[in-house]
Antibody, heavy 116, light 111 residues
Framework: EAPLVESGGDLVQPGGSLRLSCVVS????????MHWVRQAPGKGLEWVAV???????YYADSVKGRFTISRDNSKNTLSLQMDSLRAEDTAVYYCVRGEGFITKVWGQGTLVTVSS | DVVMTQSPDSLAVSLGERATINCRSS??????????FGWYQQKPGQPPKLLIY???TRESGVPDRFSGSGSGTDFNLTISSLQAEDVAVYYCQQYYRAPLTFGGGTKVEIK
């Protein structure tokens, strides 16, 4: 069973919202740093956000104020709420288990397309 | 933000030959005797895979032909004897402080 499975990617219009989920297995999400990293089509990697053991969150400047990373300890899942989406947010979004800030184990990703 | 600059953008190496990729950081990544720096490999259609962390520690299961070196602001990834399965894009990353940042990537191909 894959340790990280993302879902929720879809086609959404500019200005719209989307919520990504990452189902975690084999470990407890609240016991790890958890990250989101994205990759635009044909482009490089861009770190998006992290939530640490205490629940403190950090964001890339490009998404600050628009995206919210959170976890649900009862469901052992990680989420990324994305609001005010822009065309430049189009990317594959990866859920990543961290060892601290080391992005160690990556999911397969889910594709978000922002277009009218 | 910490800017990571990789070179070259692409590299073609014969099978069995050495491949070396360089990454430079705009800030010193050394703290408490550790460099907060890593290397990733991404093959087509796959997520990235962690190869090296703390600049020179190989992740479990990574072949020993992959090695990381350097400290401070200047780092290298060396593939000592290139194999066909090493064709991929390689990324460097700093995790010294948020926002974490990646280099632009180096595409490694067979000559």
């Amino acid at each position: 069973e894959a340790p990280l499975v993302e879902s929720g990617g879809d086609l959404v219009q500019p200005g719209g919202s989307l919520r990504l989920s990452c189902v975690v297995s084999g470990f407890i999400v609240s016991n790890q740093y958890m990250h989101w990293v994205r990759q635009a089509p044909g482009k490089g990697l861009e770190w998006v956000a992290v939530i640490n053991l205490a629940g403190t969150t950090y964001y890339a400047d490009s998404v600050k104020g628009r995206f919210t990373i959170s976890r649900d300890n009862s469901k052992n899942t990680l989420s990324l709420q994305m609001d005010s989406l822009r065309a430049e947010d189009t990317a594959v979004y990866y859920c990543v288990r961290g060892e601290g800030f080391i992005t160690k184990v990556w999911g397969q990703g889910t594709l978000v397309t922002v277009s009218s | 933000d910490v800017v990571m600059t990789q070179s070259p953008d692409s590299l073609a190496v014969s099978l069995g030959e050495r491949a070396t990729i360089n990454c430079r950081s705009s800030q010193n990544l050394l703290s408490n005797n550790r460099d907060y720096f890593g290397w990733y490999q991404q093959k087509p259609g796959q997520p990235p895979k962690l190869l090296i962390y703390w600049a020179s520690t190989r992740e479990s299961g990574v072949p020993d032909r992959f090695s990381g070196s350097g400290s401070g602001t200047d780092f290298n990834l060396t593939i000592s004897s290139l194999q066909a399965e090493d064709v991929a894009v390689y990324y460097c990353q700093q995790y010294y402080r948020a926002p974490l940042t990646f280099g632009g990537g180096t595409k490694v191909e067979i000559k």
